[in-house]
């Protein structure tokens, strides 16, 4: 188990929320909001109170893959009320906008939107509030580790050399700021076909195991490829809900294990 709050960064901690976790990635399109739905949905299952913040300001998928729609309220104005899906509390800046519809926004209105989402949501007593991150290392990564008491950063990545290239340059942007690294995650590491059970390293193999060997990072999970995976986050019931027990949940519910 990660040490809790062994070098926490950041000045300011959310009242109620115990442990702050970000779910980053390089490069975009490697999984890092399948596996934050997934992992947010294992958590709660365990009995964990856990909810999920989707910072991912240019493609927020979360109320997508946890089939959450409407607006969230503002009773008094001031504070958002959270929605709940799979015993998950969350709140999506794709909330706020409406879906189809281009977020253009510039840095400083971003972290305005970051920053509203954390201190004016009413997140209530959480155990861990886990961040889907946009992509890279761009503004809304740095704020979040530079305004908010973050205890850990968990790297997604493809075992592909591109993908590995920018997982090591998100995973300095967090040593610099003074943010603890969980370890990295392989997603899509083997393709299992739903057919006939064949196993193939589509994106190679290893490449992710050997990149922590390398920076002296863990490796938390290595996640397979697999249709029902993509499936169920379509439907807008993550996996790790839609068949708990089965063999496609089994990587993200031993992960939420090791937080
Ligand atoms: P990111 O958040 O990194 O942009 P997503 O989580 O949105 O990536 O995933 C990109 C696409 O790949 C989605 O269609 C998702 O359903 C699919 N996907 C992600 N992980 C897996 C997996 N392990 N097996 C099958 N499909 C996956």
């Given at each position: 188990?990660?040490?809790?709050?062994?070098?926490?960064?950041?000045?300011?901690?959310?009242?109620?929320?115990?442990?702050?976790?970000?779910?980053?990635?390089?490069?975009?399109?490697?999984?890092?909001?399948t596996?934050?739905?997934?992992?947010?949905?294992?958590?709660?299952?365990?009995?964990?109170?856990?909810?999920?913040?989707?910072?991912?300001?240019?493609?927020?998928?979360?109320?997508?893959?946890?089939?959450?729609?409407?607006?969230?309220?503002?009773?008094?104005?001031?504070?958002?009320?959270?929605?709940?899906?799979?015993?998950?509390?969350?709140?999506?800046?794709?909330?706020?906008?409406?879906?189809?519809?281009?977020?253009?926004?510039?840095?400083?209105?971003?972290?305005?939107?970051?920053?509203?989402?954390?201190?004016?949501?009413?997140?209530?007593?959480?155990?861990?509030?886990?961040?889907?991150?946009?992509?890279?290392?761009?503004?809304?990564?740095?704020?979040?580790a530079?305004?908010?008491?973050?205890?850990?950063?968990?790297?997604?990545?493809?075992?592909?050399?591109?993908?590995?290239?920018?997982?090591?340059?998100?995973?300095?942007?967090?040593?610099q700021?003074k943010?603890?690294?969980?370890?990295?995650?392989e997603?899509?590491?083997?393709?299992?076909?739903?057919?006939?059970?064949?196993e193939?390293?589509?994106?190679?193999?290893?490449?992710?195991?050997?990149?922590?060997?390398?920076?002296?990072?863990?490796?938390?999970?290595?996640?397979?490829?697999?249709?029902?995976?993509?499936?169920?986050?379509?439907?807008?019931?993550?996996?790790?809900?839609a068949?708990?027990?089965?063999?496609q949940?089994?990587?993200?519910?031993?992960?939420?294990?090791?937080?």
């Amino acid at each position: 188990k990660p040490a809790r709050r062994a070098a926490p960064s950041g000045p300011e901690p959310i009242p109620g929320v115990d442990r702050l976790v970000a779910i980053a990635s390089g490069k975009g399109g490697v999984g890092k909001s399948t596996l934050s739905s997934n992992l947010a949905c294992a958590l709660a299952a365990e009995g964990r109170r856990v909810g999920l913040l989707d910072a991912d300001v240019y493609g927020p998928s979360q109320p997508r893959m946890l089939g959450v729609t409407g607006r969230p309220a503002s009773p008094d104005g001031k504070t958002i009320l959270p929605m709940r899906s799979f015993d998950v509390t969350m709140m999506s800046i794709g909330l706020m906008v409406n879906e189809g519809q281009a977020v253009i926004w510039r840095g400083p209105m971003l972290m305005g939107a970051l920053q509203q989402m954390l201190m004016q949501v009413r997140w209530g007593e959480l155990d861990i509030l886990l961040v889907d991150l946009p992509p890279g290392t761009g503004d809304v990564s740095m704020t979040l580790a530079q305004k908010a008491r973050l205890d850990g950063a968990i790297i997604v990545s493809t075992p592909q050399d591109v993908a590995l290239l920018d997982a090591r340059k998100s995973i300095d942007m967090f040593k610099q700021l003074k943010t603890p690294i969980y370890g990295m995650v392989e997603n899509m590491s083997t393709h299992i076909c739903s057919n006939c059970g064949h196993e193939e390293h589509v994106f190679g193999h290893g490449g992710v195991a050997r990149e922590c060997e390398t920076l002296g990072v863990p490796l938390l999970a290595e996640i397979p490829l697999h249709l029902d995976i993509r499936t169920a986050s379509d439907a807008g019931r993550p996996i790790v809900a839609a068949d708990p027990e089965g063999a496609q949940a089994r990587s993200y519910r031993d992960l939420s294990r090791r937080l």
